[in-house]
């Protein structure tokens, strides 16, 4: 069975899905043997442990996928991988959703910061306008439709920080319209 498949199947199943992070094959493969059914792969576990770098939008969408193919190939559960803000527009989201689909992730987390994304314990962060927040949704789901429809996206909302709890509703609502 796909990974996405088992992904989907196990978000179906009734109670909560706990999903630990990590950042790297050992800590992936640490998760599965003590028995999580899905891995997530922590953007700033990346950036800290393979990179040395502060979790504030300066890995690359090559960096990202390259670390997801390597922790795919490692477990047999599915990854979930945080995709930040898709590295760029929704053209670059597109992308960064095909070769992510291509590694084996079976989901991603996308954010509605703007570009450079900033971890949200380190700074308060500046959020995309809603509509083009929608629009790079869209242009995810658009690869996910075509790639693997199982793929699944978690849109990741930020704008409450900056917004307010109402703005982080109709973003969330808007989001689940789009599919």
């Keep these: ?15 909560l899905l706990l999903v630990p992070g990590a950042y790297d094959c050992i800590t992936a493969r640490c998760a599965e043997l003590v028995g999580f059914k899905a891995v997530f792969q922590s ?12 979790d504030v939008g300066i890995a690359t969408a090559s960096e990202i996928v390259n670390c997801a193919k390597y922790m795919v190939n490692s477990i047999k559960v599915p990854l979930i991988v ?10 670059a989201a597109y992308r960064t959703t095909t070769e992510l689909i291509k590694v084996g992730a079976a ?64 973003r969330a609502k808007g989001c689940i319209k789009l599919g």
Excluded at 1 to 15: D, F, I, S, V, W
Excluded at 43 to 54: E, H, I
Excluded at 82 to 91: E, R, S, V, W
Excluded at 121 to 142: D, H, M, S, T, W
């Design 107 to 170: 989901g991603m987390f996308l954010d509605d910061q703007k570009h450079p994304t900033k971890c949200p314990f380190l700074a308060v962060q500046e959020v995309l306008p809603r509509e083009e927040f929608y629009g790079k949704i869209g242009a995810v789901l658009e690869a996910r439709n075509k790639e693997d429809k199982d793929f699944v996206i978690v849109a990741r909302i930020d704008a409450a920080a900056t917004l307010g709890d109402e703005e982080l509703l109709i």
């Design 43 to 54: 953007g700033a576990g990346v950036r800290d442990s393979q990179l040395g770098m502060p």
């Design 82 to 91: 945080d995709a930040d803000d898709g590295y760029g527009g929704a053209l």
């Design 1 to 15: 069975m796909k990974k996405t498949t088992m992904l989907r199947n196990l978000l179906n199943e009734p109670g």
